[in-house]
């Protein structure tokens, strides 16, 4: 593992307790910054945390993130455990499920547009003013190659993750003469949870696009995750990370 340097930074992860943003918490950890869990599971979250408490500092926060009252609560509980808040991370997402557009039922596209868009903005809404009052901060989104392409009978997923590239490029705009940057991620699929709620046709129709022939692993995404973190990254802002094995073609 190569060395990054977090040392003084606090970072809140959503969906932190399992998968990419477990991986992405426990690489801060080991790069001395301090992390905030945010996650809708809370026993999840507090064995996680128990699980890494050795490596570092860590706090645990439930949240409903399409609840704005839900989230600035949080915010508060974390800035009063850490004083400050450095770096977001806006990982947690769901797929919702596979099926054609039409036949998606309207509750269950509006929850993943809800939980993967509405939420990261929350999220962002709370946090990035004490960020510009200290002139410095990191927003990491963790979108996904389907927000490039358009994954077929994953309608409402891909466009939640192509609404999340686009919030990357307007709030980089917005804030770069602000000492904050903000940055997407664009990973092909990994072995998560969130395999939990997709069809073993769609598990292979997403194999099937990557030319390097398996899925990324998520401690591959957090090392990308966790540079843009960093002060090392200070000249790329709205930009759009690939890590997807190839597939991507722009």
Known sequence: MNQLDMRNRTAVVTGGARGIGRAITERMLASGAAVAIWDLDAAAMTQTAGELAA???????????????AVRAAAEATLARHGAVDILV???????????????????WRRVVEVNLVGP??????LIPGMVARG???VVNIASVAGKEGNPNASHYSASKAGMIALTKSLG??????????NCVTPAAAKTDIFKQMSPAQIEYMLSKIPMGRFVDVQEI????????????SFSTGATFDISGGRATY
């Open 121 to 126: 903005y929350l999220a962002c809404s709370a």
């Open 222 to 233: 957090a090392a990308l995750s966790c540079w843009l973190a960093t002060e090392d990254c």
């Open 90 to 108: 806006n990982n947690a997402g769901i797929t919702g499920g596979n099926a054609a557009t039409w036949e998606l039922a309207a509750e269950e």
């Open 55 to 69: 490596q570092g500092v860590v706090s645990t926060h439930p949240v409903e993130l399409t609840d704005q009252a």
């Open 173 to 182: 705009k917005e804030l770069a003469g602000k000492g904050v940057l903000v």
């Open 136 to 138: 410095y901060g990191r």
